[in-house]
Structures are given as structure tokens and as C-alpha cells.
């Protein structure tokens, strides 16, 4: 059964609750829900991130808005001398892995029947919900940040939602997005906890493809943690379902000039000296992550850590990967200089199986 949980006061909702918090408290909804894994039947379907059905809370296949997306490549690519595994998440219909949550939050919100959906993003998140949106004939306004990529912003109207450029950073964004709300469904991936249901198939394909085993670490950029928090998500489902015998360690890459959640991590996030500027990984520049304590909670419990990565050091990545032929937004570039910089922490990082991911598609950039 699916249960709509609030993380601060614990009151329970139906997955019908339409509200994008909880009503008593304002606190942040959580879903709680066992996914389960007939592996037999999972390997004879087609690969796509759907083929995990019993682990998605989508109640009828009728509701199910979907490309085919998911089961991405997982490639090995030498960086610094080590070998990592890298999923081409940058390969989904709107050019970035935000489908993976897009497909099942719109599958969820068609199955509610709800007619007309409100998001804002730093372009990415907003690109998926209105590919979905259009595919399953949703009305659908997105709000951007007045400076997002050009390329974004057409990419959304091509889709045919209406684009709302609004705030000069993403907080003042969210903030007028909050205006909305009050009488539209609010299909957040920040705040919608369908979203993790989707970004958490990240972790089924990953181990599916490395032969039903976890890897030791998992590199992912962090902005407001979607990927994170459902990567997190889905390898704990597969341990608790007992197809692995770990979660890995989780390390989380945060834009040096932007960076809370690692300051926060490692107690320095007094605010007389925490100051944010602005940075070309435009996807993960979140000053004020809704989720911070549960992103922190994750990394944590996972015995990982975080890692941050300087302007030069994300166009040096974004330049050594592109040479390669991996052509990626900037955001997603910081990813690898994350990477590059975690396997210099140590020697012993040689014998780990380390998987990364390549974000967001470099012809978004503008
Ligand atoms: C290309 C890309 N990578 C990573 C992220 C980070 O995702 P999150 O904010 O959910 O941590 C984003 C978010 O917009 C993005 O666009
Ligand atoms: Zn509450």
C-alpha cells in the first residue's frame, strides 16, 4: 500500500492528497511503499526503467506515460588512469535524467486525474515535466529563473507549456512558483515525492547491469537531491529486498560557489561566513535545498561524503570529457571533476568499482 507520510509531524495521506505539503504542519511529504523484484520476470522485459512495475507505485498500466525511457548505458571510461563506470543519463527524450522522475510523476498525477500542472526549475526539471505533460495532454506552466539557458527555455516552449521567466536565482523562482500553487497542482520534483520513485530506477538499472551486485560508490551532483535522494532510495530497496548485500557509499558533488550542503555537512554553514555566488553548473545551484537534512542523512548513512569543484576545475572537465566524446551541460561536467578529485583523495580508490553518471545533454548548453 501507498502512504503519503509527513517527515515532521507524521500524519499520513492517501497517494490521492493533492496538496504539495502536509496540511496540519507544512512539513515535507515522504512516500512509503515496499518495491518489490521478481527478477525472472524483470529480466524478459523490455529495458526500460518500467520493466522494475512492481517497484514504481503506479497503481493501473493505463496511467503509465512513458517513452520507453531508462535501462541508459552504463559505459567504462578511463578518468585519471582508473576505469568508472558511467551511465549516459544525458541519452532521455528531453536530454537529461529528470525524465526518469518526470515519467512517473506525471503517470501519478494522470492517475489522479488531475488536469493541469505548475513546476519551476532551472530548466532541466521543467523540460521533462512538460515533455510528459504534452505527451499526456496535462496543461502545464513552468517558471524559470530569468538567466536560464536559452536553450531550455525553447526547448520548453516547444513542447507547448507556458514559460514563466521570473526572479533572478532560483530561490526567488521557487518563490513565485509558491504564489501559484495555492489552486493548481504543484508537480515539484523538489517538493513531490513521486519524482524520487522515478530518479531512484538510476540505482535498480546500475546494479541490474553490473550483474544484480552494487557497486562500492556512487558520484552524483547535488543540487536540491533528487538524484541523490532517489539513488539512495533504490539501493536501500534492493538491500532491504535482499538482491544486494550493500548500499554504496554515496559521494556528492556541490559547485564550490555554491555549495550548502557540503558547508552544512561539515559544520562550517554559519551564516556570517557562507556566501553563494554564482556558478556555470547552473543545475545544481540551490542555495536553500527543501530536502538538506534528508540529502546530509543520506551521505551520512552511507559513510560517503562531499566534495566540491571550482569554476576551472568544471570547464577542465567539461573540456578532458567532451575531447573524449561525452559532450555535457556544464552541471554535469562538475560531476567528473568531482570524480577526478575523489580518486586523488587516495590510492585505495583504484580497487573500488565507482559509478558515475553524465547528467545532462551538452546540447543544452547555449
Ligand atoms: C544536468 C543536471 N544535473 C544535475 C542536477 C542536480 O539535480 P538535483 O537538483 O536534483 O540535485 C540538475 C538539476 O537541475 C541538472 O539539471
Ligand atoms: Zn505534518
Redesign the pocket.
Known amino acids: 500500500m501507498v502512504k503519503l507520510i509527513c517527515s515532521s509531524c507524521g500524519r499520513e495521506y492517501l497517494p490521492t492528497y493533492k496538496e504539495y505539503k502536509c496540511s496540519s504542519c507544512g512539513g515535507l511529504l515522504n512516500l512509503q511503499f515496499e518495491a518489490k523484484f521478481p527478477l525472472n520476470e524483470i529480466k524478459r522485459r523490455k529495458p526500460t526503467m518500467w520493466r522494475y512495475r512492481e517497484a514504481i507505485p503506479i497503481e493501473k498500466d493505463e496511467s503509465i506515460v512513458s517513452f520507453d525511457e531508462g535501462f541508459t548505458p552504463l559505459l567504462l571510461i578511463p578518468i585519471n588512469n582508473h576505469k568508472i563506470w558511467v551511465k549516459q543519463d544525458h541519452l532521455f527524450q528531453s536530454g537529461?535524467?529528470?525524465d526518469r522522475g518526470a515519467s512517473v510523476l506525471i503517470s501519478h498525477v494522470k492517475e489522479i486525474g488531475v488536469k493541469s500542472v505548475v513546476e519551476d526549475?532551472?530548466?532541466?526539471?521543467g523540460a521533462a515535466i512538460a515533455a510528459y505533460s504534452t505527451k499526456a495532454k496535462i496543461k502545464c506552466d513552468i517558471f524559470v529563473p530569468e538567466k536560464t539557458s536559452s536553450s531550455k527555455i525553447s526547448q520548453i516552449m516547444a513542447y507547448g507549456a507556458r514559460i514563466h521567466k521570473i526572479g533572478q536565482t532560483r530561490e526567488e523562482t521557487a518563490k513565485a512558483v509558491l504564489r501559484e500553487v495555492e489552486n493548481k497542482y504543484y508537480a515539484s520534483?523538489v517538493y513531490n515525492p513521486y519524482f524520487l520513485q522515478g530518479t531512484k530506477t538510476f540505482a535498480y538499472e546500475v546494479t541490474e547491469q553490473l550483474g544484480w551486485k552494487a557497486p562500492d560508490v556512487v558520484i552524483l551532483?547535488?543540487?536540491?537531491?533528487?538524484?541523490?535522494l532517489g539513488a539512495y532510495i533504490g539501493f536501500t530497496d534492493l538491500f532491504k529486498a535482499g538482491i544486494t548485500k550493500k548500499v554504496p557509499k554515496i559521494i556528492s558533488v556541490q559547485a564550490a560557489n555554491c555549495a550548502p550542503l557540503a558547508a552544512a555537512f561539515s559544520k562550517k554553514n554559519d551564516k556570517a561566513n557562507f556566501h553563494v555566488k554564482s556558478t556555470i553548473a547552473e543545475?545544481?545551484a540551490?542555495a536553500v535545498p527543501m530536502r538538506a537534512n534528508q540529502i546530509i542523512d543520506a551521505v551520512k548513512r552511507t559513510k560517503g561524503h562531499f566534495v566540491t569543484v571550482n569554476e576551472e576545475e568544471i570547464m577542465a572537465s567539461f573540456e578532458e570529457m567532451a575531447r573524449n566524446g561525452y559532450h555535457m551541460?556544464p552541471?554535469?561536467a562538475a560531476t567528473f571533476a568531482g570524480v577526478q578529485k575523489y580518486i586523488e583523495e587516495s590510492e585505495s580508490r583504484k580497487n573500488e568499482v565507482i559509478v558515475s553518471t553524465i547528467?545532462?545533454h551538452g546540447l543544452k548548453n547555449k
Do not use: D, M
Not at 221 to 228: I, R
Open positions: 537529461s535524467y529528470k526549475s532551472s530548466g532541466n526539471a520534483h551532483p547535488v543540487g536540491n537531491g533528487t538524484l541523490l543545475g545544481i540551490i551541460e552541471t554535469a547528467t545532462g
